[in-house]
């Protein structure tokens, strides 16, 4: 989040892993290293490309298929695993017990600041990321996982300082470590199809929410049969299509695509992982996420649910899945026991930033005045 830019500068040494997406943002003819460059110059001491682990976690994935009920669904996206806790809660066992790339490459360099003697308290990581999805999955990780992250930064908010910084030709005052070593799996994996096919067996790969849903349902049903592993995206183009993301998504899977063209099928890093997260990268069981329990003081629980509600009507209702919650009434019942923030709905969040911050209240006055008052009538 915004918030934890404002941190790193407690740290010494300030890690910022970014995901290949973030550079499909600008223009192909944008160099790189002014890139890195101009991330130094905004207070990061080193920076990293998110993917570096790809390599590694491609060979684990098809070990962990020789043994594991098939299909396995892949856990690299947020905001389909916690759907599938709250709507689809048989398929639990499905989804694969493996991290995703964001944290096994978070935990090498943990270890490596480790074997460096860095005390913890002397490092930050932070993430930067294109989605609202995987705030919610590194503050509040599943699978009995503590990441060891610090911080998430919003991609479309870096992006305006980083592009802001390079029109007006900032000058370079220092150096940035850069870790940029990737492979063209590694650029591809967060685009449709990217994960799928490296993978042996029979494979799909599905994105966009209404897509997925579908494909779910027809899952649970028993429709769909003799496959081997689901690599499901919540968001059309998968990450290129990412909320947080400021370039059209097809522009931006384009020149991930170009990119990747460019790049070697593996990278001089790919044993050093091997070697340092091999033994980390799985995870805990998965479990379903229970009913909702609002508060153990029936009084407390009542006003809850009643907040709930009423903020249910504030959100737009289209359950896009771009907050990370599978609903808009999963987020509002998240929002009511302090689990999430109603600016975490990209629609809301764009009114109160024009708005500032207003009362819950005054925002069902608001969305009154966009969507109508009958909508706010009790049932």
């Known amino acids: 989040?915004?918030?934890?830019?404002?941190?790193?500068?407690?740290?010494?040494?300030?890690?910022?892993?970014?995901?290949?997406?973030?550079?499909?943002?600008?223009?192909?003819?944008?160099?790189?290293?002014?890139?890195?460059?101009?991330?130094?110059?905004?207070?990061?001491?080193?920076v990293c490309a998110v993917?570096?682990?790809?390599?590694?976690?491609?060979?684990?994935?098809?070990?962990?298929?020789?043994?594991?009920?098939?299909?396995?669904?892949?856990?690299?996206?947020?905001?389909?695993?916690?759907?599938?806790q709250v709507r689809f809660p048989s398929l639990v066992d499905n989804i694969m017990k493996l991290l995703p790339p964001i944290e096994i490459t978070a935990q090498y360099y943990k270890k490596r600041f480790e074997r460096e003697g860095v005390e913890e308290s002397g490092?930050?990581?932070?993430?930067?990321?294109?989605?609202?999805?995987?705030?919610?999955?590194?503050?509040?990780?599943?699978?009995?996982?503590?990441?060891?992250?610090?911080g998430v930064i919003n991609m479309d908010f870096f992006?305006?300082?980083?592009?802001?910084?390079?029109?007006?030709?900032?000058?370079?005052t220092g150096t940035i470590r850069i870790n940029g070593a990737i492979s063209s799996k590694g650029v591809l994996f967060p685009t449709t199809g990217g994960e799928s096919r490296h993978i042996k067996g029979k494979t799909i790969a599905i994105d966009g929410m209404k897509n997925v849903i579908d494909f779910l349902e027809k899952l649970e049903n028993e429709e769909i049969k003799d496959l081997d592993f689901l690599e499901i995206r919540a968001c059309d183009e998968s990450c290129a299509g990412g909320i947080l993301s400021y370039r059209n998504r097809f522009l931006t899977a384009r020149s991930l695509r170009n990119y990747a063209s460019q790049m070697p099928e593996t990278h001089h890093l790919i044993f050093d992982y091997k070697n340092y997260c091999s033994a980390i990268v799985h995870m805990d069981k998965i479990e379903p996420r229970s009913m909702v329990k609002y508060d153990r003081d029936i009084t407390m629980a009542i006003e809850k649910m009643e907040n709930a509600r009423k903020l249910k009507k504030v959100l737009p209702g289209i359950d896009c899945g771009a907050c990370g919650a599978p609903s808009c009434e999963a987020l509002a019942e998240d929002v009511v026991r302090g689990q999430?923030?109603?600016?975490?709905?990209?629609?809301?969040?764009?009114?109160?930033?024009?708005?500032?911050?207003?009362s819950l209240e005054e925002?069902?006055?608001?969305?009154e005045g966009i969507w109508g008052s009958d909508r706010f009538k009790n049932e």
């Open 1 to 46: 989040m915004d918030d934890d830019f404002k941190q790193i500068y407690n740290y010494k040494h300030r890690v910022l892993l970014v995901p290949s997406v973030f550079f499909a943002q600008f223009d192909d003819s944008v160099p790189r290293k002014i890139i890195y460059d101009i991330i130094g110059e905004l207070g990061f001491t080193e």
């Open 51 to 84: 993917e570096q682990s790809v390599d590694t976690l491609i060979d684990e994935i098809n070990d962990y298929l020789h043994d594991a009920e098939k299909p396995v669904i892949s856990s690299f996206c947020p905001a389909v695993i916690r759907l599938i």
């Open 123 to 150: 490092y930050g990581i932070f993430y930067l990321t294109p989605c609202i999805g995987k705030i919610a999955a590194v503050k509040s990780p599943v699978g009995g996982y503590t990441s060891p992250i610090n």
């Open 159 to 172: 992006f305006n300082k980083v592009y802001l910084a390079y029109k007006q030709r900032i000058p370079i």
């Open 340 to 358: 999430a923030k109603v600016n975490a709905c990209i629609f809301l969040r764009t009114i109160l930033e024009k708005k500032g911050e207003i």
């Open 363 to 367: 925002a069902i006055q608001i969305m």
